[in-house]
């Protein structure tokens, strides 16, 4: 039996007297991947930051329910919102590593956590992680060199690296591979898998195929609530709802 | 006329407005030169004037002026920068937020000789730090406080936010964020600023006239609590107090100080050219 890593129950979220989201109950798998599809604005990415509480620098954003991880409610008040986002680390839509060298952007979560400074400790640390993001055979001889120098793909594969080198439980990933072109999408999927050992994934996606291909558990969002959560085999051959018949076939969204 | 011709017409009528500004600022440096060029010399800089300041050199003042940008420097750095930051990363959209920022537009707007003022009844009579440079360098520095502040914040602000936002899901704090992500990227802008503001500093007369400046010392400064010359100062004192004064140490004098300022902006404009093509976002 697989337990659940994260179990939202009874999520509301607010832009102000906007409804983003509407009383959402998605339980997530530990070590599988989650898709969430659906269509624009349909609150997919909004609930995505809900998980690391991300929305929190927006100054008119409210949450109602609860968000547990590991049984535990990320918005409690005793919860330390610093260290829930080294377990729930993030990928972004755009390749943003920092300007900096390879080297750096990989360091640079442990130094700040103060898990190694310098030295052979952080060495491995950075090995590790460009291995663990499949990266280390491309940049080995060049961890001095600037990151923003690397194609899309690389950049993408160091970030994630960069989010895996603080060991996070669960990785939360926007729209990874909107930026990138099919072959790069293909290597950054296949990594994704390999980082299932490992950890929890959660992916945001337009790309319907991906999320087809790429994950266990797929949830299709509409107009911020979720319509249909299932099995990805099931949810893309026999789906329940009318409406992610529609979606999914693209008659709808 | 046709659009050509109109289109000529403009470019005529801009290029001849932007000459009438240039030109008189070349006349003024040149003609500088040609009367100070050939008062320069090793002597003039690192002697003391002599014989009722007709002769010699103006070593004590540029001296002076060298310690007052330092104590500027030292006095408003932190507290701009400071305040910057505070500005731009850690403060709401409020009341006081804005009662702050209104502060400091004013604060550029103050006459020079009101900062003077200021300095003579804060630093030197109430605080009872006398004449000297600790209370010339302070009313230097309060004068100095808008212009870092608000290019310090305006480079913090153009940081972009992407870099914030990363750094915050990995697990940095707050702090951790604008001292790693934020202030490295904003440093070639802050330096900018800094430099345009003690630039200033160092022509200013208005500032130091009650707060430091003296007529003239046989003695160089010894510690921050005495009183200095200055080259502004003493650029006034030599052009308008001593009868008989000689036209080239005049000239001579205000040739060096406008080279300081000059070479104070020019490196903040280098520093600021230079970072904007190394700029990778």
Same mark, same amino acid.
């Given at each position: 039996?697989?337990?659940?890593?994260i179990?939202?129950?009874?999520?509301?979220?607010?832009?102000?007297?906007?409804q983003?989201?509407?009383?959402?109950?998605?339980?997530?798998?530990?070590?599988q991947?989650?898709?969430?599809?659906?269509?624009?604005?349909?609150?997919?990415s909004?609930?995505?930051?809900?998980?690391?509480?991300?929305?929190?620098t927006?100054?008119?954003?409210?949450?109602?329910?609860?968000v547990?991880?590991?049984?535990?409610?990320?918005?409690?008040?005793?919860?330390?919102?610093?260290?829930?986002?080294?377990?729930v680390?993030?990928?972004?839509?755009?390749?943003?590593?920092?300007?900096?060298?390879?080297?750096?952007?990989?360091?640079?979560?442990p130094?700040?956590?103060?898990?190694?400074?310098?030295?052979?400790? +952080?060495?491995?640390?950075?090995?590790?992680s460009?291995?663990?993001a499949?990266?280390?055979?491309?940049?080995k001889?060049?961890?001095?060199h +600037?990151?923003?120098?690397?194609?899309p793909?690389?950049?993408?594969?160091?970030?994630i690296?960069r989010?895996?080198?603080?060991?996070p439980?669960?990785i939360?990933m926007?729209?990874?591979?909107?930026?990138?072109?099919?072959?790069?999408?293909?290597?950054v999927?296949?990594?994704?898998?390999?980082?299932?050992?490992e950890y929890?994934?959660?992916?945001?996606?337009?790309?319907?195929q991906q999320?087809?291909?790429?994950?266990?558990?797929?949830?299709?969002f509409?107009?911020?609530?979720?319509?249909?959560?299932a099995?990805?085999?099931?949810?893309?051959?026999?789906?329940?709802?009318?409406?992610?018949?529609?979606?999914?076939?693209?008659?709808?969204? | 006329?046709?659009?050509q011709q109109?289109?000529?017409?403009?470019?005529?009528?801009?290029?001849?407005?932007s000459?009438?500004?240039?030109?008189?600022?070349?006349?003024?440096?040149?003609?500088?030169?040609?009367?100070?060029?050939?008062?320069?010399?090793?002597?003039?800089?690192?002697?003391?004037?002599?014989?009722?300041?007709?002769?010699?050199?103006i070593f004590?003042?540029?001296l002076?002026?060298?310690?007052?940008?330092?104590?500027?420097?030292?006095?408003?750095?932190?507290?701009?920068?400071?305040?910057?930051?505070?500005?731009?990363?850690?403060a709401?959209?409020?009341?006081?937020t804005?009662?702050i920022r209104?502060?400091?537009?004013?604060?550029?707007g103050?006459?020079?000789?009101?900062?003077?003022?200021?300095?003579?009844?804060?630093?030197?009579?109430?605080?009872?730090?006398?004449?000297?440079?600790?209370?010339?360098?302070?009313?230097?520095?309060?004068?100095?406080?808008?212009?870092?502040?608000?290019?310090?914040?305006?480079?913090?602000?153009?940081?972009?936010?992407?870099?914030?936002?990363?750094?915050?899901?990995l697990?940095?704090?707050?702090?951790?964020?604008?001292?790693?992500?934020?202030?490295?990227?904003?440093?070639?802008?802050?330096?900018?600023?800094?430099?345009?503001g003690?630039?200033?500093?160092a022509?200013?007369?208005?500032?130091?006239?009650?707060?430091?400046?003296a007529?003239?010392?046989?003695?160089?400064?010894?510690?921050?609590?005495?009183?200095?010359?200055?080259?502004?100062?003493?650029?006034y004192?030599i052009?308008?107090?001593?009868?008989?004064?000689?036209?080239?140490?005049?000239?001579?004098?205000?040739?060096?100080?406008?080279?300081?300022?000059?070479?104070?902006?020019?490196?903040?404009t280098?520093?600021?050219?230079?970072m904007?093509?190394r700029?990778?976002?």
């Amino acid at each position: 039996m697989i337990k659940n890593k994260i179990d939202v129950e009874g999520f509301n979220f607010y832009y102000g007297n906007f409804q983003a989201l509407k009383n959402l109950n998605v339980p997530i798998r530990e070590h599988q991947i989650t898709a969430l599809i659906g269509p624009s604005g349909c609150g997919k990415s909004t609930f995505l930051r809900s998980l690391n509480r991300m929305n929190d620098t927006i100054a008119s954003a409210r949450a109602e329910g609860k968000v547990l991880l590991n049984g535990k409610n990320v918005y409690d008040p005793d919860v330390d919102v610093v260290e829930l986002r080294q377990r729930v680390g993030m990928v972004f839509q755009r390749p943003n590593p920092f300007p900096q060298s390879i080297y750096n952007n990989v360091a640079f979560g442990p130094r700040v956590l103060g898990m190694a400074q310098k030295g052979t400790d +952080l060495d491995n640390i950075v090995e590790a992680s460009l291995k663990e993001a499949a990266l280390w055979d491309e940049v080995k001889d060049r961890l001095n060199h +600037l990151a923003t120098d690397l194609n899309p793909g690389q950049q993408q594969r160091l970030c994630i690296a960069r989010a895996v080198a603080v060991r996070p439980e669960v990785i939360l990933m926007d729209e990874p591979c909107s930026a990138l072109d099919p072959v790069a999408t293909l290597s950054v999927e296949e990594l994704m898998r390999e980082l299932s050992d490992e950890y929890t994934i959660v992916i945001v996606t337009h790309n319907m195929q991906q999320a087809a291909r790429a994950s266990d558990w797929t949830g299709f969002f509409w107009l911020g609530e979720l319509v249909e959560f299932a099995p990805t085999g099931e949810l893309f051959t026999n789906p329940k709802q009318e409406l992610t018949e529609s979606y999914i076939t693209g008659r709808q969204g | 006329m046709t659009r050509q011709q109109s289109q000529q017409l403009a470019i005529w009528v801009i290029t001849a407005v932007s000459a009438i500004v240039v030109i008189p600022i070349l006349i003024v440096i040149l003609y500088m030169l040609y009367n100070g060029i050939s008062t320069i010399s090793w002597e003039f800089i690192s002697q003391p004037p002599r014989n009722g300041m007709t002769e010699g050199g103006i070593f004590p003042a540029l001296l002076g002026t060298i310690f007052l940008t330092l104590g500027t420097a030292v006095a408003a750095i932190p507290l701009g920068v400071g305040a910057a930051i505070y500005l731009a990363e850690y403060a709401g959209d409020n009341r006081l937020t804005r009662a702050i920022r209104l502060a400091i537009v004013n604060l550029a707007g103050i006459p020079s000789i009101v900062y003077g003022l200021f300095g003579l009844g804060m630093f030197v009579l109430f605080l009872n730090y006398g004449t000297s440079i600790l209370a010339g360098s302070l009313t230097l520095g309060l004068m100095t406080l808008p212009v870092i502040i608000s290019t310090a914040e305006e480079a913090i602000l153009s940081v972009p936010q992407e870099f914030r936002i990363v750094s915050l899901s990995l697990g940095a704090t707050r702090w951790q964020t604008i001292r790693n992500q934020v202030l490295p990227h904003a440093l070639p802008g802050i330096i900018t600023g800094v430099i345009l503001g003690l630039g200033r500093a160092a022509g200013e007369t208005a500032p130091i006239l009650f707060t430091v400046a003296a007529f003239y010392l046989p003695n160089l400064p010894k510690s921050i609590f005495d009183q200095s010359m200055a080259l502004p100062y003493h650029l006034y004192v030599i052009a308008t107090q001593v009868p008989g004064m000689p036209l080239g140490i005049q000239y001579g004098t205000a040739l060096i100080l406008l080279f300081i300022v000059l070479s104070l902006t020019l490196v903040a404009t280098l520093i600021r050219s230079t970072m904007r093509r190394r700029r990778e976002w």
